[in-house]
């Protein structure tokens, strides 16, 4: 009972182990195509990151455009000032040919006043110049705080200021050529304001546009900062779905060792299984026999299994006198014995089988009992004791209905042809004993 317990018990185990199986072959198929969308989406993830590596880059080069023209115009500036300050100079060395001027020519006195009240107009405009080059100073000192980082485009700048350099001195000579033609000096100087006038607008686009580059440089900076949390973002998630698909790879791993451990252990199981499949038929067997000792009624005796004559086989049961056993109806009563003999035809298979299932039932007790009267009788199964050969074989009924009749009588007893062994000889002697195979049972 405890080893079919145990081996119901396996079986659900068994089936247990086989349900988790499949559950982890499923959860491993889960986690394949798990994996799989995780690796499209790091796929899209780094085209993503590449096309925004590429946004970054030409937002560089229009950063690096715009820096260029920002200084073109501080370049322009710087040279405006300059024309500023040599138009100044100029005017300081005309007001001093004036003066000259004035005591040399009495005659055009009128026209000297004229020219120094042209003059004194001419220095106020250079004053409102001169403020207006101040505040564009005070601008470019601002753009230079703002584009501190533009350290190397000074250098650039220092190779401009040696070309302007050589301007200037182009236009010292100019300045001397202007000196010596001081007669054209209203219309230089009419020019000088329509300069002024013409750099004051450039001044202001220039203004305008600094505000504009200012403007497009915050928006940058903020598309910038913006593109930069993306990317961290982007890069916390990477970080994040690798050690999710290493944890994933990990779980895998160990669910393949544990499937692998737990296929090992079907294995076994299997092993153990057929083992006690094995065991339990030794033990049926086992219990069979001493369920057939529990209810053996059958007295000690031997059987004498011969082949006659004419394809005749006998069966003499000799049961000699004894003591009625435990196993007996009155244990300690003595009994008389007797021989009962019983003939087979050995022409055919079947009769063989009967003979067979015969000497099956001798050996497990299911032959002979006592009667009423403490007489040895047989146990429900017949026996044929009459001639088989000759003329006389055909005056006592039908042999081959009483072949049917006593394997119908021995099936009855548990007695079949799939419960013999059929391959062993026919003419044997042997004894059988059942109180002796009792009392041995427990020691085998």
């Known amino acids: 009972m405890e080893l079919l317990l145990a081996r119901q018990k396996l079986e659900v185990e068994l089936k247990q182990t086989k349900e988790d199986l499949n559950r982890t072959k499923r959860a491993r198929l889960n986690v394949e195509v798990e994996f799989e969308r995780t690796t499209q989406d790091l796929y899209r993830m780094e085209r993503a990151r590449q096309k925004l590596e590429l946004e970054l880059k030409q937002t560089k080069e229009d950063l690096d455009r715009t820096e260029k023209a920002r200084l073109n115009v501080e370049y322009e500036l710087k040279q405006t000032k300059e024309d500023l300050d040599r138009t100044e100079r100029a005017r300081l060395n005309v007001e001093d040919e004036l003066e000259q001027t004035k005591e040399d020519l009495d005659r055009t006195e009128r026209a000297r006043q004229k020219l120094e009240v042209e003059v004194k107009q001419t220095k106020e405009d250079l004053d409102q110049t001169e403020r207006a080059r101040v505040n564009v100073e005070v601008e ?11 350290e190397r485009a000074r250098l650039n ?53 600094l505000d504009r580059i200012e403007k497009a440089r915050q928006k940058l900076e903020v598309a910038v900062k913006q593109t930069k949390q993306y990317l961290d973002q982007t890069e916390r998630s990477r970080v994040n779905v690798l050690s999710e698909l290493q944890r994933t790879k990990e779980d895998l791993d160990r669910t393949e060792r544990a499937g692998q451990k737990l296929e090992v252990e079907l294995k076994l199981s299997t092993k153990d299984l057929d083992r006690i499949k094995w065991e339990r038929a030794i033990f049926q067997a086992q219990l069979s026999h001493i369920k057939d000792c529990f209810t053996w009624t059958q007295p000690a005796g031997t059987v004498n299994v ?19 056993t435990r196993l007996h109806p009155s244990p300690g009563k003595p009994y008389n014995g007797g021989t009962f003999t019983g003939r087979l035809r050995v022409n055919d298979e079947e009769n063989k089988v009967v003979c067979r299932m015969l000497k099956a039932a001798f050996r497990r007790g299911r ?3 006592f009667g009423n009267n403490g007489e040895i009788v047989l146990d ?37 042809e799939e419960d013999i062994d059929q391959t062993g000889k026919l003419g044997e002697t042997f004894t059988v004993d059942g109180l002796s195979l009792i009392e041995a049972f427990p020691s085998s």
Not at 308 to 324: M, N
């Open 367 to 369: 032959m002979f009992t």
């Open 380 to 416: 429900g199964v017949s026996l044929y004791d009459h001639q088989l050969i000759g003329w006389r074989s055909y005056l006592w009924g039908n042999y081959a209905k009483y072949i049917q009749t006593v394997k119908e009588e021995l099936i009855v007893k548990g007695i079949t």
């Open 157 to 209: 700048v220092e190779d401009e200021l040696k070309q302007t350099k050589e301007d200037l001195n182009r236009t010292e000579r100019t300045r001397q050529t202007l000196e010596v033609e001081v007669n054209q000096t209203k219309e230089d100087l009419n020019r000088t304001e329509k300069a002024r006038q013409k750099l004051e607008v450039e001044v202001k686009q220039t203004k305008k546009n």
């Open 140 to 150: 470019l000192e601002r753009t230079k705080q703002d584009f501190d980082r533009t």
């Open 306 to 324: 011969s082949e006659c004559l004419y394809e005749v086989i006998e069966l003499v049961f000799t049961i000699p006198d004894g003591i009625q």
